[in-house]
């Protein structure tokens, strides 16, 4: 047999078929891998400004993005004042649609025709355009080669209630004569609060050494809308030319809906923290000090919120101090609350102390998150009994054998003792159990002599056992606790006092309904079904957390709050 080896053989017809299918193929999968490709688009606020001036310039993707574009390029004829990221999504045609936008701040290096070049975002490029830049002739806050001023703020879109850093900056290159003032800014409906001290420093520009004045300041908007910071003034001295900056415009959101209502606290970062170092063991009779710290950034000391329920049934809870820090820097406030309380229990058992959870808004990530520590429990034994005295006083060590007979004394009278107590404890038990069997047969036997038209109305009862001393004591102090309560959370309605209200007003929900938890005020709303309530209680939080200017008014919710305890002790029909 003879067999060939080599190269199989191809049908022409074959070959002709694959090659064509194998090309698409490798096409449609190299079309697969590329990137999906991004529309870059690049416009500005204005396209004519003056010298010293600045423009807002907005760049936007048509997808998500996770990186950002090459703005480099910018930094030629422009100075990079500071830019801000954010997505915004919409839902179209059935699907949801998202568009990355950056928001930048430039200020031109020189006056003429300057070009914002293409900028780079992946394999994409955006289109130039081009921005007029005058002389000194325009309104600008130039007025001279000599000194500008200029104002920025961090962001141009920003939460009700939350940080806005605002800064003001003089460039001048001769020494400022003594009469020279920079003002202040005065914005309605926003809290504004002095980061330090004036900086003086060094800045070089197009070659020139300009010497920098900067002011900052924490902004706090009260009211949702447009935010209008007027411009800044620079002045010499009375007769003297006036420099002047742009007046900036932002805009202010209200506040989002929170998976826990109850507080607003817009802030970068928050923790809470739980300083104590004493153990979970504790005696009747002994106390013990815990402390809870929480810290915020871009909140003021007053925003925070208090931490530690005064209310338990088996301890006594009592403030012992608590500070408010506020750190003003450059970078922004910095504010903690720390508490710290005294628990005394009452009784042995276990102390529960409920977990503590703080709602707030990540100002970075853009949602609602929640700081939280969780319940304590402390662990209360009986008192010790205390020990009973030595009869008499231990030997001096040289008399080591009498020490010794003593103590086999001890010990003989000791067993002697025990034995006497468990006979008496076994006569005092027959004593017992013969008196009972003797109650029980005259019970009976009296019983049997009552008529039959008795036993036939109503059944005998055993003989009234009075409650204990100790449940009716203790249930009239719950009663009395409840009364002080309300009528101290009524007296702080009505002193108009928001913060000592809504944490009296706790205090008395959790003594009127024992059995529900309480986290927030308006928990107390949705228990009650009241709409009114409900909106006193958001009112009364906005005046809590800065929302609402002005002082607050609590006396309708002190009337609301009565109306609701009368109806509840109502004898239902």
């Not at 839902?91 to 990355?100: C, D, K, L, S």
């Not at 720390?338 to 102390?353: A, D, H, N, Q």
């Not at 029980?440 to 059944?459: D, I, M, T």
């Not at 008014?553 to 009368?566: K, N, V």
Request: proline share 8%.
């Amino acid at each position: 047999m003879h067999i060939e080896t080599g190269k199989p053989e191809i049908n022409p017809l074959m070959s002709f078929l694959f090659h064509p299918a194998r090309s698409t193929l490798a096409g449609f999968i190299a079309l697969i891998a590329l990137p999906v490709l991004a529309q870059v688009s690049v416009f500005s606020d204005r396209y004519s400004v003056a010298e010293g001036e600045t423009l807002r310039l907005t760049v936007e993707v048509d997808q998500r993005a996770s990186g950002r574009p090459d703005f480099s390029p910018l930094t030629r004829d422009f100075h990079f004042l500071g830019s801000k990221q954010m997505t915004v999504s919409s839902f179209a045609n059935g699907e949801n649609q998202y568009t990355t936008r950056w928001q930048i701040l430039l200020r031109p290096r020189h006056s003429g025709e300057l070009q914002i070049p293409p900028l780079q975002f992946n394999n994409e490029f955006s289109q130039p355009l081009l921005i007029t830049v005058a002389g000194e002739t325009g309104a600008a806050a130039i007025i001279s080669n000599d000194a500008y001023l200029e104002s920025a703020v961090d962001g141009y879109e920003v939460y009700q209630g939350s940080q806005v850093l605002y800064s003001q900056r003089l460039f001048h290159l001769d020494d400022l004569p003594p009469m020279a003032s920079l003002s202040e800014p005065l914005i309605p409906d926003t809290e504004i609060v002095p980061l330090g001290e004036k900086q003086q420093y060094t800045r070089e520009i197009n070659g020139q050494t300009y010497k920098v004045v900067e002011q900052n300041y924490a902004l706090f908007p009260q009211q949702a809308g447009q935010l209008s910071i007027p411009a800044a003034h620079f002045s010499a001295g009375p007769g003297t030319p006036e420099l002047n900056s742009e007046p900036i415009f932002i805009d202010v959101l209200p506040q989002p809906s929170q998976k826990i209502r109850g507080y607003w606290l817009p802030s970068s970062k928050l923790s809470l923290e739980d300083l104590t170092q004493s153990p979970n063991h504790l005696t009747v009779g002994e106390s013990q000090t815990r402390t809870l710290k929480i810290t915020a950034e871009g909140l003021l000391a007053e925003q925070l919120p208090s931490l530690i329920s005064l209310r338990n049934e088996l301890a006594t809870i009592e403030v012992e101090d608590v500070q408010l820090e506020q750190k003003n820097t450059v970078k922004g406030i910095i504010s903690s609350r720390t508490e710290t309380v005294r628990i005394t229990p009452v009784e042995r058992g276990e102390v529960t102390l409920p977990a503590i959870t703080i709602p707030w808004w990540n100002l970075t990530l853009d949602k609602s998150e929640k700081a939280s520590l969780p319940q304590i429990v402390l662990r209360v034994e009986p008192a010790s009994p205390r020990n009973e005295p030595l009869a008499d006083a231990p030997a001096p060590a040289a008399e080591t054998d009498q020490a010794d007979k003593e103590r086999s004394v001890d010990t003989t009278a000791n067993t002697e003792t025990n034995g006497s107590v468990r006979l008496l404890v076994w006569l005092l038990a027959s004593v017992a159990i013969i008196t009972s069997l003797g109650w029980l047969y005259s019970f009976s036997s009296q019983r049997r002599k009552q008529p039959a038209q008795k036993n036939q109305q109503s059944e005998p009862s055993p003989p009234t056992q009075t409650p204990p001393i100790n449940d009716s004591d203790k249930l009239n102090q719950i009663l009395k606790a409840e009364q002080l309560a309300f009528s101290q959370a009524l007296d702080a309605c009505n002193n108009d006092t928001p913060l000592e209200a809504r944490l009296l007003m706790l205090e008395w929900a959790r003594l009127f309904w024992p059995h529900i938890q309480f986290n927030n005020s308006l928990d107390l709303s949705e228990l009650n079904n009241s709409k009114t309530l409900e909106l006193l209680l958001i009112d009364m939080e906005s005046y809590i957390s800065g929302s609402e200017a002005g002082p607050w008014s609590g006396d309708l919710l002190a009337s609301a709050l009565m109306h609701i305890r009368e109806n509840q002790l109502k004898p239902q029909a």
